[in-house]
């Protein structure tokens, strides 16, 4: 018996719309982002988020228990957010070339396109606004900054293990320092880009660390 039929097709899955409470939350989240990068964290009230958000308090301690519930749910959707771009970006890369040399070289590429839009449109970066205001932040955020930032780590430090495998390194050099001179380029790119007023310096910092891989890797 013939069980295949062409005839029948699977409906694509429907993209649900986020409800009203969903929107709301967001809002608050979107909210809560600027306002710890652009003021610190003391210095954003739950008054003043209610006020900007539209909402009731009571409305405000529907979706967070208080204060440092937001802070932790903040921090939670910039890494989870962060982590999908570099894995995304990555996986692009890869689909492009099966060499891990080349294949990085073009995932810093793409990702330095990227931190020139986001030096562009986002107002900081909440990984170094988190570690230099060590007291304002309960040490649960601190936590989560921590593992975000040894999570882009080990996704760096992935791929170049992968190069070093077939590009032995032309200069004694730790690998995992590599890792971190990565987030240095990246973190630091848009704090340059916030301080200069230029997102291009963003980019231009993870394409200077793009050249030191080529330097490192590449046969000379």
Known sequence: M???NPAITVPP????EPSKGERTREKILDLAYDMVIQKGFAATSIEELVEAA?????????HFRDKNDLAQAVMNRFYS?????MDTTSARARDLTE????GYLIYLKLYAELMQNSAAENPGCLAATVAFQERAFPREVHAI???GVRDWRAKNLEWLQ????????????????MADAANSAAIGGLALAKAMNDPAVAASQMLVFRELIRQVFLPR
Request: proline letters at 7%; a negative charge; charged letters at 20%.
């Open 145 to 147: 900054n921590e593992a």
């Open 2 to 4: 013939n069980i295949h």
């Open 54 to 62: 539209g909402i009731t308090k009571s409305g405000f301690f529907y």
């Open 13 to 16: 899955v429907q993209q649900s």
């Open 99 to 102: 060499d891990p040399l080349h």
């Open 162 to 177: 992968r190069i070093a495998a077939v590009y032995p390194p032309q200069s004694e050099i730790d690998i995992e320092s």
């Open 81 to 85: 957010s962060v982590g999908e771009r």
